[in-house]
Nanobody, 115 residues
Framework: VQLQASGGGLVQPGGSLKLSCAAS????????MAWYRQAPGKQRELVAS???????NYADSVKGRFTISRDNAKNTVYLQMSSLKPEDTAVYYC??????????WGPGTQVTVSS
């Protein structure tokens, strides 16, 4: 499985960005999809996840501001980020796991929130 993310960039505080991540290759039996992030000097953390049925889970720090969604037909997961804060600055990684338990990571996309 290969994951290709897009949509990162520089945005001012209070602004919005939408990340996309498309899976290709052996895209069968995909289970959960998720977004993680890692800020400089910090551990990678879960931002949001979504099950194949659409159930979602969010980190407390992004609840009410970020929305995760997926298009199973396109094997794509999205992260709509609004009301962005400087502390949201990080490299964002998409992630998926299969029913077998195998996990896959995307290469990461930089999100910088700064005036």
């Amino acid at each position: 499985v290969q994951l290709q993310a897009s949509g990162g960039g520089l945005v001012q505080p209070g602004g919005s960005l939408k990340l996309s991540c498309a899976a290709s290759g052996s895209i069968f039996q995909i289970n959960d999809m998720a977004w993680y992030r890692q800020a400089p000097g910090k551990q990678r953390e879960l931002v949001a996840s979504i099950s194949v049925g659409g159930s979602t889970n969010y980190a407390d720090s992004v609840k009410g501001r970020f929305t995760i969604s997926r298009d199973n037909a396109k094997n794509t997961v999205y992260l709509q980020m609004s009301s962005l804060k400087p502390e949201d600055t990080a490299v964002y990684y998409c992630h998926l796991d299969k029913y077998s338990g195998t996990r896959f990571w995307g290469p990461g996309t930089q999100v910088t929130v700064s005036s």
